[in-house]
């Protein structure tokens, strides 16, 4: 686990209820407890806070960083991906996305790596195909400086066959099956309570596995994925174990933010309780 990784793994599973806002020092304390080193966390806080994803904010004297308007609605738009219980039903329409030409490597890299988060396959050089719109599109690729065009359509002739050619769905597959397998293992041994210091590592591990397969699932419709698709299994899974892990963790946060000067937290909404 890289702490830039396990930085927004904690903003975002956990923060929500407190503004986003965490002490910089209870944001150490809580990625030491997954085996990060103080240096490596205050690295990853400063290269993202460069990046406008989190600034410093001070509250009661105690140092800390919140995210920014831009980062709370990533932070948003990725866990609403991640706990989602299904995949949103298809209309039947494709959406084709074509972008300008990139002015160079740099460029080119940071338009990929956004589109394959938000979605979208690769079809031929600067063009894009996505299942369903991503509402994200415009804001990522405006923040790339790069034009683009879209265009939404029905007319997909052997959509099976053109999604087999975009996206690896073998690998893909495999790698749901290992989780799954995995995550079952780690079901049967978490059972029973595990005190707060254990369950957060153990649920910050098993989160930063799972949110990978947001930059590799398309989250493609039923319709044209191969039989016996194993991506629901492993979901269900994964929501299982993490709905169980989460109580005891939330526990530890609270108590490592409160000792680096947080506020402790009022009476959680049913809502929040799940954030």
């Given amino acids: 686990m890289r702490a830039r990784s396990a930085v927004f793994d904690l903003y975002g599973d956990h923060l929500a209820p407190r503004g986003y806002w965490a002490p910089i020092s209870g944001v ?6 997954c085996g990060i080193a103080a240096p490596a966390t205050r690295t990853a806080v400063s290269r993202i806070t460069s990046q406008g994803w989190l600034e410093p904010v001070s509250r009661n004297a105690v140092r800390g960083y919140a995210a920014t308007p831009a980062g709370r609605e990533r932070l948003g738009e990725a866990w609403a991906r991640i706990y989602r219980p299904t995949t949103a039903e298809w209309d039947g329409r494709w959406q084709v996305v074509v972008t300008a030409r990139p002015a160079d490597r740099g460029q080119r890299d940071r338009v990929t790596a956004t589109l394959g988060y938000l979605g979208y396959g690769r079809i031929a050089p600067q063009t894009w195909l996505a299942a369903r719109p991503a509402p994200e599109l415009a ?20 959509a099976p066959q053109v999604v087999a050619r975009t996206w690896d769905l073998a690998e893909l597959a495999a790698s749901y099956r290992g989780f799954a397998e995995d995550t079952a293992a780690l079901r049967d041994r978490v059972r029973g309570s595990l005190a707060p210091e254990d369950a957060y590592p153990v649920r910050a591990a098993l989160l930063h596995r799972w949110r990978k397969f947001l ?35 939330r526990i530890f946060v609270t108590d490592a933010l409160v000792a680096a000067g947080a506020p402790a937290p009022e009476t959680p909404s049913a809502e929040d309780s799940q954030r």
């Fill in 28 to 33: 150490i304390t809580l990625l030491q407890a």
């Fill in 215 to 249: 930059f590799v699932d398309p989250a493609l419709p039923v319709e044209v994925l191969p039989p016996g698709w194993p991506g629901q299994s492993a979901r269900d899974l994964f929501l299982e174990v993490a709905d169980q892990l989460l109580p005891p963790a």
């Fill in 139 to 158: 804001s990522s690729l405006e923040s790339h400086r790069i034009g683009y065009s879209a265009f939404t359509t029905t007319d997909l002739d052997d």
